[in-house]
């Protein structure tokens, strides 16, 4: 039976991360998991704070020639309801950097992280399915497909919304659905981006365009089930003029890439996010739509929570690390869940206070300068805004005393 410090299951974006970042720290590292299927088109807008991880993991400079800059992120009401919002622009020069973040599509994400797991050696990389976890005093026993077992101190949940880890722990979920799915597709236009993010806020939910390097954006259409299957089955001629014409020509010509997916909306979270030596990261602790670009963020900061946790704690502790992780990761995972589904369902709502209330508050964020900041900070950085706020205090109390 092979031993290691730390096993984690699941080696999507979250999963591989998790390795890297915990295989840093000198432990031996397990990722076990089958082969990756291919083709994901799909992309990720990570922000500052995720951006700042990856350079800590020594990442970033192979993967920001894949990646475009998101320096700004506006909002357009795109409804023909009674009340409709202002624009909204949040400019990331506003809030002291340069971009508030990055898109990076997944296929070339998960290549360089694929390439640097192999080459570390405290990462071995077991291609196999688990078919059970079992806890004992000194730690995790897992059953592998191939009739193998594994024994870890900790054994890390990043098996997506099916976990099997969480399902060997006991830990129960809420889950819910939505009457939407989303249209994901890549697209080429005439005019440059600017490395402009627009949504448009419609009657189905979000339109979401966001920066690619050069003349190209990803989208994100969130729409009612059956539009979005129609939609994703036309012709790319004429996806392309659809497109188009929901931007309002913005930039220019449209041209759909091949390979158009839609998803089903829904959202899950898991009772709790750890149990003894068993911690639950990314889609096996939480999912929800993809609105906002919180997903891959939100398990960003499950990993660097659990490295918070591991460079304070020997391997032979383990034992109590998942009630540790979980007290340290509800009022981020619960308060984001929350704020992503109040926003696609006032979206949906035909209700005249819901509409006056988001109308109201996009209003707000136009006209006051101070209020957007402190949202962009929030955004970025769960927390931020009150990090600049006691750092301006700081700033202003020692030129006082000076």
């Known amino acids: 039976m092979k031993e290691f410090d730390i ?68 909002i357009l009401d795109g409804t023909v309801r009674l009340l409709r919002a202002p624009p909204v622009a949040f400019r990331s020069g506003e809030v002291g950097l340069a971009a508030f973040g990055y898109n990076i599509p997944n296929a070339p994400f998960i290549d360089v992280l694929d390439a640097r797991i192999a080459a570390d050696g405290n990462i071995l990389r077991l291609p196999n399915g688990v078919t059970a976890a079992t806890a004992f005093e000194n730690g995790v026993e897992l059953a592998l497909d191939d009739g193998e077992r594994v024994l870890a101190r900790l054994v890390v949940g990043a098996d997506g919304r099916k976990s099997k880890i969480r399902e060997s722990a006991g830990i129960g979920i809420r889950s819910w659905s939505y009457p939407q799915a989303a249209l994901v597709l890549n697209f080429s236009h005439d005019r440059p981006h600017g490395n402009v993010s627009t949504e448009f806020h419609t009657e189905s939910g979000p339109f979401t365009q966001v920066p690619l390097p050069g003349r190209r954006s990803s989208l994100v259409w969130v729409l009612p089930r059956k539009e979005a299957a129609k939609l994703r089955d036309l012709p790319d001629a004429a996806l392309s003029q659809a497109v188009e014409t929901r931007m309002q020509s913005m930039l220019g010509k449209v041209t759909v890439e091949g390979g158009a997916q839609s998803f089903p909306l829904s959202g899950m979270t898991a009772d709790r996010f750890g149990k003894g030596r068993i911690a639950l990261i990314g889609e096996a602790a939480h999912a929800f739509p993809p609105i906002g670009a919180q997903g891959l963020n939100l398990s960003l900061r499950d990993i660097m929570a659990l490295k918070e946790l591991l460079q304070m704690t020997e391997p032979a502790a383990y034992d ?66 009150l990090k600049a706020f006691r750092d301006t205090l700081r700033e202003r109390v020692t030129r006082k005393q000076a």
């Open 320 to 385: 109590g690390i998942g009630e540790r992780f979980d007290r340290k990761r509800q009022a981020d995972v619960r308060s984001r869940t929350v704020s992503v589904d109040l926003l696609n369902r006032s979206l949906l709502s035909d209700f005249l206070p819901m509409q006056f209330l988001r109308s109201a508050g996009l209003h707000l964020l136009s006209a006051l300068g101070p209020l957007r900041s402190i949202v962009m900070r929030e955004g970025i950085e769960p927390g931020g805004s």
């Open 7 to 74: 096993a984690i299951v699941g080696a999507g974006l979250a999963g591989s991360l998790a390795a890297l970042a915990f295989a840093d720290s000198g432990r031996s590292v397990a990722l076990i998991a089958p082969p990756a299927r291919t083709g994901d088109g799909r992309t990720t807008a990570l922000m500052d704070q995720s951006i700042a991880f990856l350079k800590v993991l020594g990442l970033w400079d192979d993967i920001a020639p894949h990646a475009a800059a998101l320096e700004t992120m506006q």
